[in-house]
T-cell receptor
């Protein structure tokens, strides 16, 4: 009965590869988010979708492409991975401006 | 500009001592305020929140926070820290209705000495 789940939990890959991270929430929220947490623990918002519509698109390289097939799912696809993409990626959902519920995170390591 | 400031990057306290983590915000409207905790290797868990009403709010794990509008602050407190409280703590602001973006502080890392 996990509220927000992400897969995979760990992702180790070579530079130049393409990878995807999946997120699902069973809270019935309309709004979902992707955050990037760097090695200094700083949380940076990347994208937000509301009911499958992109509403927040921060300054993120266009190698990152979110996709929301339905309001319970928000996936993140990353093309041509670079060393600087190594981070922990968190998915979250909410009914803004209320509490955000976070997934467990995906630790991406680019070699 | 909207912002959240956590002035203390690191805090070290002894087990059993009291704790106060500072949070200041800059926000044009009435903010929705949150404190989250992140244990090593984990996601963020909500400790407490303030939307309106009583300015002293109680949260999980014995934490409380006080909203002071005049000081634009929402400091987190705990009277007696346990070793398991060692973690990263984030203060965040959510906008009023119609705003989807949340603003997070840079976090405060708490270390607890036995």
């Amino acid at each position: 009965d996990t509220a927000v789940s992400q897969t995979p939990k760990y992702l180790v890959t070579q530079m130049g590869n393409d990878k995807s991270i999946k997120c699902e929430q069973n809270l019935g929220h309309d709004t979902m988010y992707w955050y990037k947490q760097d090695s200094k623990k700083f949380l940076k918002i990347m994208f937000s979708y509301n009911n499958k519509e992109l509403i927040i698109n921060e300054t993120v390289p266009n190698r990152f492409s979110p996709k929301s097939p339905d309001k319970a799912h928000l996936n993140l696809h990353i093309n041509s991975l670079e060393l600087g993409d190594s981070a922990v990626y968190f998915c979250a959902s909410s009914v803004p401006p209320g509490t955000q519920y976070f997934g467990p995170g995906t630790r991406l390591t680019v070699l | 500009a909207q912002s959240v400031t956590q002035p203390d990057i690191h805090i070290t306290v002894s087990e059993g001592a009291s704790l106060e983590l500072r949070c200041n915000y800059s926000y044009g409207a009435t903010p929705y305020l949150f404190w989250y905790v992140q244990s090593p290797g984990q996601g963020l868990q909500l400790l407490l929140k303030y939307f309106s009403g009583d300015t002293l709010v109680q949260g999980i794990k014995g934490f409380e926070a006080e909203f002071k509008r005049s000081q634009s602050s929402f400091n987190l407190r705990k009277p007696s820290v346990h070793w398991s409280d060692a973690a990263e703590y984030f203060c965040a602001v959510g906008g009023t209705s119609g705003t989807y973006k949340y603003i997070f502080g840079t976090g405060t890392r708490l270390k607890v000495l036995a």
